[in-house]
């Protein structure tokens, strides 16, 4: 089995480091925990996983935490996670061999992201690019750091999915915890952004910044600005941009200006249950509703394939289908949905059940 190093780095993770640790240890690979400055337990419960634990002076730079963790592993391949993140499928030997049908690529692992919406605990699945070889690369950048090659620096190489998904905790702290954690990295963000004006990336996760703590208007500003800078559609941070931008301008009265900018571009972005839900939205939101170009699209993000990706297309689209019957008077049928959308969890979808069956 070709050795493998695990990298982790953390400040204060007492409450999630075990967790993290825990289903790693049961593997026969290297651990290595990067410490930045923890004040609490978090380097006495590592302890009980690892013995390779290494401090770290923290000068507001992720990529310098992160590259040191690399010279402290001891194997040329490795996997980096994050405290909280936690393992619940790995299918090791498919792991190695996929790392040695790819010794130069990087590899994405599955990352169930939770959150609370709508009253209902949903996930945000995506993939993260986090198995490498040291050799050929290392990190880039002072906050959302990217992996690139070692000799140029470029943000292009071959990506390839690896059997590996892990649940990602860090968005169910309650939005006070949120804000403190985007007014960090909106510090870091807006210090990179006078030194790299030009670059959209920066723009970009200072929206995620403000979307996440559900300040929608300037979350829209700030994906405007990426926007109109040079963009590779095909990368996957701008895949996640034209939902993130499309939910802000929905929930911020830009409906009609989310279907002008999204429809010349929209094959760009046309392979994604996402898209498809938030675009269905822009057709409902509009000053003259267009329910039955809605629906098509939450039709199509039904037909998405990606069984883990529960909610956008599974209960969301179920839902949004129920209320566009709804809208068009077809009460038998909006039931029916919304019964489907119920029986995935849906709390919104219960209600509204509950609300036409008593007429």
């Not at 970009?204 to 703590?213: A, K, M, P, R, T």
């Not at 300037?218 to 600005?225: E, F, H, I, L, T």
Request: hydrophobic share 35%.
């Amino acid at each position: 089995m070709t050795p493998l190093s695990i990298c982790i780095i953390g400040k204060n993770e007492e409450k999630h480091i075990e967790n993290c640790l825990a289903p790693l240890a049961v593997y026969p690979f290297e651990i290595v925990y990067v410490d930045t400055g923890s004040t609490d337990r978090t380097k006495e419960l590592a302890a009980n996983f690892t013995d390779h634990i290494y401090d770290f002076v923290w000068i507001d730079d992720f990529s310098a935490a992160r590259n040191f963790a690399l010279e402290k592993a001891s194997h040329e391949y490795v996997l980096f996670l994050d405290c909280d993140e936690y393992l619940t499928e790995l299918d090791a030997d498919s792991l190695v061999l996929s790392l040695e049908e790819h010794p130069r690529g990087v590899g994405m692992l599955l990352r169930n992201n939770y959150f609370e919406a709508n009253g209902t605990q949903t996930n945000y699945p995506d993939r993260v690019e986090r198995l490498f070889s040291k050799k050929y690369f290392h990190y880039k950048g002072i906050i959302h750091e990217q992996v690139v090659h070692r000799t140029d620096d470029s943000p292009f190489y071959e990506c390839y999915e690896i059997p590996l998904i892990v649940d990602h905790a860090g968005y169910s702290g309650g939005i006070e915890a949120m804000r403190q954690k985007a007014d960090r990295n909106n510090t870091l963000l807006f210090r990179e952004i006078k030194k790299n004006p030009k670059d959209p990336y920066l723009y970009f996760q200072v929206g995620q910044s403000y979307n996440g703590i559900c300040d929608y208007e300037n979350a829209y500003v700030y994906y405007k600005k990426s926007f109109a800078l040079p963009l590779n559609t095909k990368e996957p941070w701008v895949q996640i941009m034209a939902t993130s931008c499309i939910n802000a301008m929905n929930h911020t009265g830009r409906s009609e200006e989310a279907r002008k900018f999204f429809e010349p571009i929209y094959d760009h972005f046309a392979n994604d249950a996402n898209f498809y839900c938030s675009m269905g939205n822009v057709y409902l939101n509009l000053d003259s509703p267009q329910p039955l170009k809605a629906m098509a699209e939450y039709i199509k993000a039904l037909q998405c394939p990606d069984a883990r990706e529960k909610g956008a297309n599974s209960f969301l689209p179920y839902y949004n289908i129920g209320l566009v019957n709804e809208m068009l008077g077809n009460k038998a049928a909006a039931l029916t949905f919304y019964q489907k959308a119920a029986d995935l969890g849906f709390a919104p979808a219960t209600n509204r059940l509950h609300a036409l069956e008593k007429f």
